[in-house]
């Protein structure tokens, strides 16, 4: 099990020969970590179906999971989970006792 301690490795020659092309071609380089660290997070969103979204979701609210890793995870489907929620409730609550089916 991965602690926090935990570096995250790959080996991946052609990456790091890439980024230190791009790098040598910047003036003052680039943040290879930051770019590896967006890159993971992107990865990671593009994993999660939408039923893991949601379990993802359930956990934040419920405190399991700690808003930093579930921004990480869920980005700005964070916002749109809870304003569909929210829609949902409102939507919920109507008073529909004057409302005729055919």
């Not at 790091?16 to 990865?43: C, F, H, P, W, Y």
């Not at 921004?71 to 005729?100: C, M, N, P, Y």
Request: hydrophobic residues 30%; charged residues 35%; without cysteine.
């Amino acid at each position: 099990m991965a602690t926090n301690n935990d570096k995250i490795q790959f080996r991946g020659s052609a990456e790091k020969e890439a980024t230190q092309i791009v790098d040598q071609m910047r003036l003052g380089g680039i943040n290879i970590s930051e770019l590896a660290r967006q890159g993971l997070q992107e990865k990671l969103r593009e994993t999660l179906s939408d039923e893991e979204k949601i379990t993802l979701h359930r956990r934040y609210k419920e405190g399991e999971l700690p808003e930093e890793v579930a921004r990480i995870l869920l980005g700005d489907s964070l916002e749109d989970i809870e304003r569909e929620q929210k829609a949902f409730e409102e939507a919920s609550e109507l008073d529909t006792s004057g409302v005729f089916q055919e």
